[in-house]
């Protein structure tokens, strides 16, 4: 049997990967605290670690593991931009789990988008006090209205459908649109003047950091709603909140936000939060904050278990490494992995 350790452990991934992990011949150590450089010696005397999100696998991080023996970090997400790959490049593998529930982050942000628009926020407090008022609860319809989708991957697409169930008008922006698929693209500064919603479903690079500014913003709708439950650094959050107080923004939906490392996944209701522009943003009325859960399915947390520790099988039994990510495909540029399933 193959030992590994888990970072940033939350009950609910215990339970999952407790459940599976017979399957796979694999034993795991649970750690609570995130993966960094000061915790990164905690994975002495393993070869794998299983890592996520809100890790910070920098260069220290990754110089740390591999001198404590560390050969394999297995991501327990689709979304790797915390990662210095330069750094782990044949040193450490890094795999992922590409697609574990594309349904549970799509279904979130329309889920935020409706309790939004329709204020269900506000009235399920309301009536549990017992005010049966409606003033300030009205929302629109959606039917009719023009959503802008940024990234149609596999999440965007199925969120591309969502609207069309709804009877919006779909425009799409993506460097590399899909053929046949039924879908309206047109270029990003377009998608910005035409759209009443915008949900953001690309990854975060350096292309995309900070994509949503002030100037994207000047040239959207007055009274514009912003989703994004993909990476928070797509958004400038100062812009951001900027644009809510002129009320050229009429409401976002984060379940990202960027500089959520040190707070999303914990209880901070004790803690002065230090961050003036969260702290501001979560108080506007027409703001809607989740942290970080569009994945938290069970479907997907099942599925999640299940790839990462398939991964770690792989590596374990030698074998090539289907789900792996490097310097160079991280980047989009050729590397051996189409020949034998390995990076180097
Ligand atoms: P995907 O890789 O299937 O699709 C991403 C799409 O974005 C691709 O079609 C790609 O061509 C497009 N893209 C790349 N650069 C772009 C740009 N500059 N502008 C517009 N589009 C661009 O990824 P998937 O599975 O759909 O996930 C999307 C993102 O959702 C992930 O990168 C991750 O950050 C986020 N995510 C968030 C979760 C949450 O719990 N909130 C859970 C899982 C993913």
């Keep these: 049997m193959n030992k590994i350790c888990f970072f940033d452990t939350k009950p609910y991934d215990k339970t999952y990967f407790e459940a599976l992990k017979a399957k796979y011949d694999i034993d795991i150590e649970y750690f609570e605290p995130k993966l960094g450089p000061k915790t990164a010696f905690m994975a002495k ?15 220290e991080t990754i ?23 330069k750094t782990a ?17 799509a279904e979130h942000a329309m889920a935020l988008l409706l309790t939004l628009n329709r204020k269900i926020h506000r009235a399920y407090v309301r009536t ?19 959503v802008g989708v940024i990234g149609t991957g ?3 697409q199925i969120f591309v459908n969502i609207c069309k169930g709804f009877g919006m008008r779909v425009i799409a922006y993506d460097p590399y649109p899909l053929k046949d698929a039924g879908i309206e693209y047109v270029k990003l500064n377009e998608l910005c003047r035409e759209a009443d919603i915008i949900s953001l479903h690309c990854p975060l690079t350096k292309d995309t950091f900070h994509m949503i500014n002030k100037d994207m913003i000047s ?9 994004n439950t993909s990476r928070g650094a797509l958004i400038n959050s100062e812009d951001l909140l900027e644009a809510l107080k002129d009320e050229k923004i009429g409401g976002a939906c984060l379940d990202v936000y960027e500089e959520e490392t040190e707070l999303f996944y914990e209880d901070m209701s004790y803690t002065v939060i230090k961050d003036d522009v969260l702290a501001r943003i979560i108080s506007m009325p027409n703001v809607i904050v989740t942290s970080h859960q569009a994945f938290l399915t069970k479907e997907a947390l099942y599925n999640i278990a299940e790839t990462t520790l398939s991964n770690c099988r ?3 039994d030698g074998k090539g490494l289907t789900n792996e990510v490097c310097y160079k495909c991280s980047k989009g540029e050729p590397c051996p992995k189409g020949k034998n399933k390995s990076c180097f």
């Design 45 to 59: 005397g393993f070869e794998a670690v299983v890592a996520f999100v809100n890790d910070n696998i920098n260069q």
């Design 63 to 85: 110089d740390i593991l591999y001198e404590n023996g560390v050969r394999l970090i297995a991501m327990r997400c689709a979304g790797y931009n915390n990662v210095d790959f």
């Design 89 to 105: 490049y044949k040193k450490i593998h890094v795999v992922r789990v590409p697609a574990y529930s594309p349904y549970a982050v």
């Design 128 to 146: 549990r006090d017992f005010n049966f008022s409606l003033n300030g609860l009205m929302g629109f319809d959606l039917h009719g209205k023009t």
């Design 154 to 156: 596999k999440i965007g």
């Design 219 to 227: 040239l959207m709708k007055d009274g514009v709603y912003i989703i």
């Design 314 to 316: 792989e590596y374990f």
